[in-house]
């Protein structure tokens, strides 16, 4: 099975400021890529992205997929301390389950 | 907006004890999975369970675990004598078309504590 890697796994940075949380994977057949922001329990649903190029926008949030370079990246601008969470990436694997990455810890200060 | 419905919240249980960990899936689901994420750990998938049967499963579901649907409602996790290693906390998700690729909705999670 293979990674799901994304960075940084840490990111501190003040209320107002833009962020570019990262996800890079291995594999090219998979049929989406998806993000999850985990507050204290349950992932809830940000994007789920399955073409190449497109991006996605929800608000201050926005997410691309580059296939060919086998990356995902997901925007926040004009941050707010609610945004602090943690930002997951996962793969889809065959139709049944996710693959998931380990995280990326958001703060946002004050 | 319609959610996932996890029992308890969270558990604690003597090692060597059974556990059944409760989820009510969306009311119109087919599809129904159970994760779990060990403290600082990536969250990892654990089985998938369609028509009455799991329909796929990753090495971590061993004998130990066992999936149910007792009732039209319900979808239990049971661990049969529990571990120090089981302890994490347990998502259950579920989805109206197969799989993540159709929507997914993964409910508040139980926390196992196992002492």
């Known amino acids: 099975e293979d990674k799901v890697v994304q960075s940084p796994l840490s990111l501190v940075v003040h209320e107002g400021d833009t962020v570019t949380l990262n996800c890079s994977y291995e594999?090219?057949?998979?049929?989406?890529l998806l993000w999850y922001k985990q507050e204290k329990k349950a992932p809830t649903f940000l994007f789920m992205l399955t073409s190449s190029g497109i991006e996605k926008k929800s608000g201050r949030l926005s997410s691309i997929l580059d296939k060919k370079e086998l990356f995902s990246i997901l925007n926040i601008t004009a941050t707010q301390t609610g945004d602090s969470a943690v930002y997951l990436c996962a793969r889809t694997q065959g139709a049944q389950k996710l693959v998931f990455g380990q995280g990326t810890r958001l703060t946002i200060n004050p | 907006e319609p959610e996932v419905t996890q029992t308890p919240s969270h558990q604690v249980t003597q090692m060597g004890q059974e556990v059944i960990l409760r989820c009510v899936p969306i009311?119109?689901?087919?599809?129904f999975y159970w994760y779990r994420q060990i403290l600082g750990q990536k969250v990892e998938f654990l089985v998938s369970?369609?028509?009455?049967?799991?329909?796929?499963k990753s090495e971590i579901f061993d004998d130990q675990f066992s999936v149910e649907r007792p009732d039209g409602s319900n979808f239990t996790l049971k661990i049969r004598s529990t571990k120090l290693e089981d302890s994490a906390m347990y998502f259950c998700?579920?989805?109206?078309?197969?799989?993540?690729?159709?929507?997914?909705?993964f409910g508040s999670g139980t926390r196992l504590t196992v002492v």
């Open positions: 998700a579920s989805s109206d078309l197969l799989g993540p690729n159709y929507g997914y909705t």
């Open positions: 369970f369609y028509n009455n049967e799991i329909s796929e």
């Open positions: 009311s119109n689901h087919l599809y």
């Open positions: 594999v090219t057949n998979f049929r989406s």
